[in-house]
């Protein structure tokens, strides 16, 4: 008889990983629900169980409600903006033309850039590229720092988050546009569809999937921005463009209130749970 082979080695390969998940991401996770619910301050041992207050605080703090304001405000922009711009992109490049393959290169160039250095890059074109260009030209609202204009910060922030941005969305909907048979495309054709028709009715319904999946990569890097303010504006001016993300961490590493940041982490997690469980609900209706 043959020996069976063994290939229990093979769990080797699912435990580290489930080990290493369980240690970094979901005992965190856990102790900070717990530590939600207390005062610790993150500089001693020592803390008290003070059950709900820190949420009961939430509701009337004043720079939860202006971050909410800007995450809001900077999650739809980013949200719209990849899914709007995202499919026009592919379409252009879903098409044949000399140096394609360039261009399809070329714009995914700032996704593989890390989004503090780029941060760090913005900030400085801003400071200085973008203001010597207002006085050499007089171009009157690039005379002045558009970070530092708090009418202007946070469409400068989202013009930054979507160059980046918006290079996963363009190949997430350039494989939905080519996964669409090209038999319906050309049966469209023939009915006599123009282009916004044969967008509309075949090409849209579609993308239906790839729209949600950008939905909500885009839904959780608008309610999670850290990196890219922090390293852009740190929140400024006046806390204009101070993210739930960046409060969180102001509370905890700044003003050493560890319970009350875990409690606003919380919040967001539970906002960002719920509208993902909706959207994604509401998107199954619609697939093909």
């Avoid at 499919?87 to 360039?102: D, E, S």
């Avoid at 740190?234 to 101070?242: A, D, F, H, Q």
Wanted: aromatic letters at 18%.
């Amino acid at each position: 008889m043959k020996k069976k082979k063994s290939y229990s080695w093979g769990y080797l390969f699912i435990i580290v990983p489930l080990i290493l998940q369980l240690i970094f991401f979901y005992f965190p996770m856990f102790q900070g629900f717990f530590y939600s619910f207390t005062d610790w301050t993150g500089l001693t041992p020592d803390f008290n169980f003070i059950g709900f207050d820190n949420f009961k605080a939430i509701l009337s703090d004043a720079k939860f409600t202006s971050a909410i304001s800007f995450t809001v405000i900077f999650t739809v922009g980013v949200i719209v903006g990849e899914i709007v711009i995202g499919i026009f992109i592919a379409r252009v490049l879903n098409n044949k033309f000399k140096g394609i393959g360039f261009f399809r290169t070329l714009y995914f160039f700032p996704a593989v850039l890390s989004t503090v250095t780029l941060g760090l890059i913005f900030r400085q074109i801003f400071s200085y590229g973008l203001t010597q260009i207002g006085q050499s030209f007089d171009i009157e609202f690039l005379k002045v720092n558009l970070l530092a204009n708090e009418k202007t910060a946070i469409a400068a922030v989202l013009f930054v988050a979507l160059w980046q941005g918006i290079a996963i969305p363009v190949v997430i909907f350039l494989a939905g546009l080519q996964s669409i048979p090209s038999q319906i495309l050309e049966a469209g054709k023939i009915d006599g569809a123009n282009k916004w028709q044969s967008f509309t009715h075949i090409e849209l319904p579609f993308l239906l999937p790839s729209i949600s999946m950008v939905f909500i990569m885009a839904l959780k890097n608008g309610l999670t921005a850290f990196d890219l303010i922090y390293s852009l504006t740190g929140g400024g001016p006046s806390n204009k463009t101070t993210s739930i993300g960046l409060l969180v961490y102001n509370y905890a590493f700044k003003s050493n209130k560890f319970g009350y940041a875990n409690a606003l982490a919380l919040v967001l997690f539970l906002i960002v749970m719920v509208i993902s469980l909706v959207q994604i609900r509401i998107s199954r209706r619609f697939e093909i």
